[in-house]
């Protein structure tokens, strides 16, 4: 980075009632960066379900609140520009980085925050958002092409550039961005509506330093830092296992018919340091399920799941990132090789966390989630009208959540908690299509003590001729249980023609032409059950069939609640049959996959009516890229890194033997 005054961090003590009245500004801010861009914006990917993410950071680039984690320090080492009072800069290319977006319809925008004179002015911290576009060009409206095997073929990828220098628009970079994207209004208002919600942050930030000085509000941020890295160390000593756990599962399939893939992580800590090792990952596939993974956004993930998991009080900050040690391998799915497709990444993103689940649950697993839907399923549907005008919408589907330790999983949630539904008012009023139906599917949540969360039903009827694209997973493999737990049902796509003719569609396709009739039914996963489902009490099964979210039969054959038909507990049969069922399966797995892997392949087109996916070749180029860098790599850090290596590669040997 060019040089810039930064504030220096005061060593100065804070008290309490200060620090208290400054975080809860600085939560408040970050709730008002969402609020001015939900106001503002005009796409509905962002107005209405709230694809975008916020950030305010100290001078030095460390996330205070926020979402993502930060990666400015990481963008700012490649910036060889100046940075000054009213600069705006925007970017939306995840290899030039880092990943701190994960595909090129995510717009990055950052924007330093000075305080002072224009000749005393200092940095004192950074605004940031970044927010989904729904089109940046390319060849499929949406530039979200499932058959992808490049970056190049995803759409427009921006570098940093300042959007805005000293406060004035650079016109021909807008004009540049805007002529290569199918909706160019949508797009300027929508980075315009990010750019505003970080100057909100902006203006807050300079109110904190006028209220209370610019030594206590900076004091502040690193007295919630500092809170944040003591209560992370308490998690990582009460709940990581010092001996190495591994746990892995699948993404079904890349969208070009290869498939499953492998992410496999292995955890552990020495003392109150922290290790995640993607090691045994398979290589990056040829179709855009690619993840390129920003190792300060996995520290963020892995710091928010244990914070909500075992002590949701925690602020979320960057504080904790030096206790946590990540190794994500070159070349594989989320580290992968440069110009690998990266836009059906959200598959390996929700995956990931049941991964670390998974392999958090070998140390806790009264304190962890069975797996969810594992994904974040898409609706995409373009065409031109009646009048000649060209229309695209972009809806993100739920599903199951997995059930917990707190309760049962949410029915047709997302992934992400401040996620929302696209109202169906909205997508009748501004969209040629039809919302038939919208439910919860009966059964498809895993029994537990804890329910998974049911899958839900979505049917649309077109009533203009385009094309729709799917993107889904969790077709193949079932969400699994833990602890007793079931597994959950497996999502489908059914295309029902106005002749009646039925077609099983993949969950991931595109160009799939669609006429004033045609109907989508789009059903989503359920969540894995938690703990035995004979343990549930026989009156929570009992208002889940009343509610329509588990039959009578399910109730009977996973539950052991027989019920009248009036849908009484028959008290007598319910006991007898919950003794027979405890006595006929024996002991309980610690984890229920469903059937295994191979057998799920042998029977995959008579159970789901799709072709099984065929064994992922890798790559050549990419293993070439990796090799190189890896020889390389040795070469320069000689015998240190050689060390460190075979430290982590014994004691995950150590835990495979074990």
Known sequence: MAPVKLAAMPQIDIDPVTLDIIENALKNMRYEMDAVLYRTAMSPVIREQHDQFPMVTDPHGRMIVGQFGSYIAGLMERWDQSIEPGDVIMLSDPYLCGGAIS?????????????GADDTAELVGWASMFGHMQDVGGPLPGSLPTGATTIFGEGLRLPPVKIFERGKLNRAVLDIMLNNVRQPEMNRADLMAIAASCRTAEKRVV?????????AYLAACQALLDR??????????????????????????DGLGNGPYKMKLTIWREGDQAYFDWSGTDPQALGPINFYLNDSMFRMFIGVYLIMVFDPQILFNDGFYNLLHVNLPKGSLIQPEFPAALGCRTHALTRLFDVLGGALAKKAPEFTTAAGYGTSPYLLYSGYDDNGEFFYLMEITYGGIPGRPIGDGMDGHSWWPLFTNIPTEYLESYYPIRIDAYSSIMDSGGAGMHRGGNGIEKVYTFLEPGEISIHDDRWLTPPWGILGGATGMRSTKLLRRADGT???????????????????????????????????PAEAVQRDVRY???????????????????????????????????AARGGIKDFDYGPALSELLETAEAQTGLPAPKAPQPLKWAVAKATRRAAASATTNGATKQRSLVTRDEAIEAASQA
């Open 228 to 253: 944040t890295y003591r209560a992370m160390q308490q998690l990582i000593v009460q709940n990581l296992p010092e001996t190495p756990q591994d746990f892995e599962d699948y993404i079904d399939d």
């Open 103 to 115: 595909h090129v319809n995510d717009l990055l925008v950052l924007l330093p925050i000075f305080y």
């Open 207 to 215: 109110e904190l330093c006028d209220r209370f000085g610019k030594d």
């Open 502 to 536: 039925i077609t099983v569609l993949p969950s991931k396709c595109d160009r799939i032409e669609v006429f004033p009739g045609d109907q989508l039914v789009y059903r989503t996963a359920g969540g894995g059950g938690w703990k035995d489902p004979l343990v549930r």
């Open 548 to 582: 329509g979210l588990v039959s009578r039969e399910k109730a009977a054959s996973d539950y052991g609640v027989v019920l009248t038909d009036t849908l009484d507990i028959d008290r007598a049969a319910t006991d007898a049959a919950r003794a027979e069922f405890a």
